[in-house]
C-alpha cells in the first residue's frame, strides 16, 4: 500500500481524489483497506486545517428541538417552567449545571456545546 502522510493542500487534494475512486471498493479487500487509511488520513487533516466550530448552547438546544419535534414545554423537566423555558431559548438567562446536566443526560446534546453559551441579551 503505497500511502503517505497528508501534508500540504496536493497531498489533500490528491487523497481526496484518490478516495474517490475507491467508494466503491468492498470492506476487507485491499482497496477498502486503503480507502479506510485514505479516510482516516483526510480526517486528521480536515480536523486541523478545517476546524469546525461546536454551536453554542441555545443553537444546539434549537436545533434538538427541531430534530425530535419538541417545545418549550416538553424542555420543562429539563429547564424548569415554561417562564424559564424562554428565558434560555431568548438567552436572557444562561444554563445552570443542572441544566446541562438534564439536558445532556435527556436529549442527548454534547456537554461541550452546552458549556459554550453566549451572553445573556441584557448584557450584549
Known sequence: MDIKPIKTKADYKAA?????????AKARTPEGDRLDVL?????????QHFPMDLPDAV???????????????DLEPLIGRSNRVYE???RKRGLTLAMIQKLHLGLGIPAESLLRQSAPAAAR
Open 16 to 24: 481526496l481524489k484518490a478516495v474517490e475512486s475507491l467508494m466503491t
Open 39 to 47: 479516510v482516516t488520513l483526510i480526517e486528521a487533516y480536515e480536523r
Open 88 to 90: 434560555v431559548l431568548n
Open 59 to 73: 443553537e444546539a438546544i434549537k436545533f434538538r428541538m427541531e430534530q425530535q419535534g419538541l417545545t418549550a414545554k
